[in-house]
């Protein structure tokens, strides 16, 4: 079988926080609604934007969190449009991606991002064609449930046996148990080692370069 890794985006490809919670911020307060702070806000990073807006504001409906994630979505275009976007890849996950690939792994990106912002992301740093499969909210549940990581799995030739998942939140460690995959934390992403391992990661890595050295521990037995 194949052997596949599948990275998580907003916080463990790139650094994307500010420009989330700009985007909250502007949703918020077109609603009338308090800010979450950014210690909160990147709290739900990761999930799709319906769960992150039900944990942000539990008493609302279940329309009023439909309404909230479109104009989160409209809040985040025009962020865009204004060129107020930033989200900086990580120092070293270049070299991550280059090493993984001259070991013979073949990469994939499994995020709360809809399709058309996961491209915008990866179309500015050029990475949009060293993934073989690419997995977003539009298609699956959110994360934690295992979907987008079998599809990625189904996509690559891969198996669970074969397949790690290097991500930065307890969403992206469960969703790597649920599907029986091996989770790799990212520590240098939005939730804490101890919330990583809990959520079921092997092992959490300090930078992107760390990340290398346990794939091939995990590799090699």
Request: hydrophobic share 45%.
């Amino acid at each position: 079988m194949n052997r596949l890794a599948i990275f998580d985006c907003d916080g463990t490809l790139v650094d994307s926080g500010a420009t989330i919670h700009a985007a909250l911020r502007d949703t918020f307060a077109q609603h009338g609604l308090d800010v979450p702070p950014p210690s909160v806000s990147r709290r739900v990073i990761g999930l799709s934007l319906i769960e992150a807006m039900a944990a942000l504001v539990p008493e609302a409906t279940a329309e009023q969190h439909d309404r909230l994630a479109e104009d989160y979505k409209l809040a985040f275009q025009k962020l865009r449009a204004d060129g107020m976007v930033e989200e900086p890849l990580f120092d070293g996950v270049i070299d991550l991606l280059d090493a993984l690939e001259a070991d013979g792994w073949m990469l994939a990106v499994a995020t709360g991002k809809s399709d058309r912002g996961l491209k915008h992301c990866l179309d500015e740093h050029g990475l949009h064609a060293r993934f073989v499969s690419l997995q977003t909210a539009d298609r699956h549940p959110s994360k934690p449930h295992p979907s987008m990581v079998d599809q990625a799995m189904a996509d690559a030739g891969a198996s669970p046996e074969t397949t790690i998942v290097v991500g930065d939140t307890s969403f992206d460690m469960a969703m790597a148990l649920a599907a029986r995959a091996t989770g790799i934390g990212a520590g240098w992403g939005y939730h804490d080692v101890r919330e990583l391992i809990d959520a079921g990661a092997v092992a959490v890595a300090d930078t992107p370069r760390d990340v290398l050295s346990l794939v091939r521990e995990h590799a090699h037995g």
